[in-house]
């Protein structure tokens, strides 16, 4: 049997990256997933891939998570259809520099910047919590996983925006994770905190070419294992907390960076 048989879980910014290695894993552990982003054409293109494999437990569906009245309706056709929601992923993010390089230091970054990397980030979580609470309290619980980062838990001096908006998940998360308990909904709140880890996302800040090359050299020389990580290191994380095996799990921030916060990887002298 699968980890996840016969649970229903939505992903949100599963076209790419972490999201859809999130995806594919809760498919192959038996889930059905509803599988959203605001790339239709990536997010096609990744349902018709799984399609072999997974038939009818894998479809696409555009959300764009600034957006309440979507959430409404994702969420309502996820209950027509297959009856039931048990897990939702807050996955979709962005970094602020996604169309090319904009100054997200706290003196220099404009209003207007600072204030759509929170609208994806802070406002697309709150609303996944709202409406997944709602529809997950419906069938006796459920899990809710949000996406924070490294980034939320230590200042980033050239990327404000994200940092503050991944330190809003993370607290907003253990909100989410008592509200429920108080209210006995039987739902788990929990964040993860990747980092370093090898998406899309990095392309806009590691280059091409040369520089490329020496960029990740350079990343790579600041993690204590000494590599990126993959989206399915991730993947697997999102799992076990989607999963009945974190039943007595909730509020809690899974660390996913190679070492990176467990503090500086400095050689110890050698021993004669």
């Known amino acids: 049997m699968g980890r996840l048989d016969g649970k229903i879980a ?34 096609k293109a990744f349902v018709a ?3 072999e494999h997974f038939a009818e437990r ?39 520099f996604q169309d090319g390089f904009v100054l997200h230091d706290p003196e220099n970054a404009t209003l207007h910047d600072w204030q759509a990397v929170h609208a994806v980030n802070l406002d697309g979580v709150f609303l996944g919590c709202k409406y997944g609470i709602q529809a997950l309290k419906k069938v006796g619980g459920g899990s809710i996983i949000n996406i924070s980062s490294r980034s939320g838990v230590v200042g980033i001096p050239r990327a404000a925006g994200y940092a503050s908006s991944k330190a809003a ?65 991730v993947a697997y994380a999102a ?9 007595y799990v909730t509020g809690i921030e899974l660390t996913i960076d190679g070492g990176i916060l467990a503090g500086a990887s400095t050689p110890s002298p050698k021993q004669d």
């Open 169 to 233: 998940v993370r607290n907003h998360t253990k909100s989410v994770a008592l509200y429920c308990a108080e209210m006995h909904y039987n739902i788990r709140c929990n964040s993860i905190h990747p980092a370093a880890i090898f998406t899309p996302m990095w392309d806009a800040m590691l280059g091409t070419g040369d520089d490329r090359a020496k960029a990740i050299q350079g990343v790579e020389a600041g993690i204590p294992l000494g590599k990126f990580g993959v989206p399915a290191d």
């Open 239 to 247: 799992l076990y907390l989607a999963s009945d095996e974190s039943k």
């Open 58 to 96: 894998c479809v696409y569906r555009h959300l764009d998570v600034r957006r309440e009245d979507e959430w409404q309706s994702v969420v309502q056709e996820i209950e027509s259809r297959f009856g039931a929601l048990h897990i939702v992923v807050n996955n979709a993010g962005i970094t602020g």
């Open 10 to 43: 939505l992903v949100t910014g599963a076209a790419q990256g972490i999201g859809s290695a999130i995806a594919e894993v809760f498919l192959r552990e038996g889930a059905s997933v509803v599988v959203t982003d605001i790339q239709d054409e990536a997010g």
């Open 49 to 51: 891939q799984q399609a």
